[in-house]
């Protein structure tokens, strides 16, 4: 069964500085991958997807996220954190039918 | 991407009691879900919403408790029935937009307290 791992359940990070969230993943097969945002009281917003190819992918917000298949990784990362950043992120793997299973969630956390 | 409505935004409710959720998207999608993240939580996929045919319930979800409607290509309901404190949650409706689409668009979410 497909399943992602989120080790942290919070990061904290100072506001400039570069952030990484960490997602780790199991699959059957070639994995697709996807990280999404929830901010407080909203529903998820999708950020960046892998399916195939570069195995750095580039997203939305200046986010980007690496694909590691050796580690099976797929870490998302910042290169200079907002506050405006602070926000509950999700990693999911795509399982069959086009479900998505999701990982246990990362608060981020940005101080000024 | 999709632009996705759903309604109410938020309710509260009375244990015993039901509640139909609206999930509207603004254009034809093949495929719609229905998730529950419940306090604290990560989203748990309740059902598979299928246009014109009984949905596909997940483990541990059943059509008595979260009956679902998908009459087109751009609506869906659920329900939560005869609710109970445990019912509280975030219930979130998302989409694929189309045949050669890999990514889930969400929306808005409904947050339900049952009191």
């Known amino acids: 069964a497909q399943s992602v791992a989120q080790p942290e359940d919070q990061v904290n990070v100072a506001e400039g500085n570069p952030l990484t969230v960490k997602c780790t993943y199991s699959?059957?097969?070639?994995?697709?991958l996807f990280w999404y945002v929830q901010y407080p009281n909203r529903g998820l917003q999708f950020l960046l997807k892998?399916?195939?190819?570069?195995?750095l992918v580039k997203g939305s917000y200046g986010f980007e996220a690496e694909f590691n298949k050796s580690q099976t990784s797929f870490h998302l990362k910042k290169p200079s954190a907002l506050v405006s950043d602070s926000a509950l992120y999700f990693c999911?793997?795509?399982?069959?039918?086009?479900?998505?299973?999701f990982g246990t969630g990362t608060r981020l956390l940005v101080s000024p | 991407s999709a632009v996705i409505s759903q309604k109410p935004s938020r309710d509260i409710c009375q244990r015993g009691t039901s509640l139909t959720i609206q999930c509207q998207v603004d254009?034809?999608?093949?495929?719609m879900f229905w998730y529950r993240q419940q306090p604290g939580q990560s989203l748990t996929l309740i059902a598979t919403?299928?246009?014109?045919?009984?949905?596909?319930?997940e483990s541990g979800f059943v059509i008595d408790k979260f009956p679902i409607s998908r009459p087109n290509l751009t609506f869906s309901t659920l329900t939560v029935s005869n609710m109970s404190p445990e019912d509280s949650s975030i219930y979130l409706c998302?989409?694929?937009?189309?045949?050669?689409?890999?990514?889930?668009?969400f929306g808005p979410g409904t947050r339900l307290t049952v009191l």
């Open positions: 892998y399916i195939t190819g570069d195995n």
């Open positions: 919403a299928n246009q014109g045919s009984e949905a596909t319930y």
């Open positions: 699959v059957s097969g070639n994995p697709y």
């Open positions: 254009s034809q999608v093949t495929m």
């Open positions: 999911a793997v795509k399982g069959g039918f086009q479900k998505l299973v």
């Open positions: 998302s989409v694929v937009p189309g045949l050669g689409s890999d990514t889930q668009y």
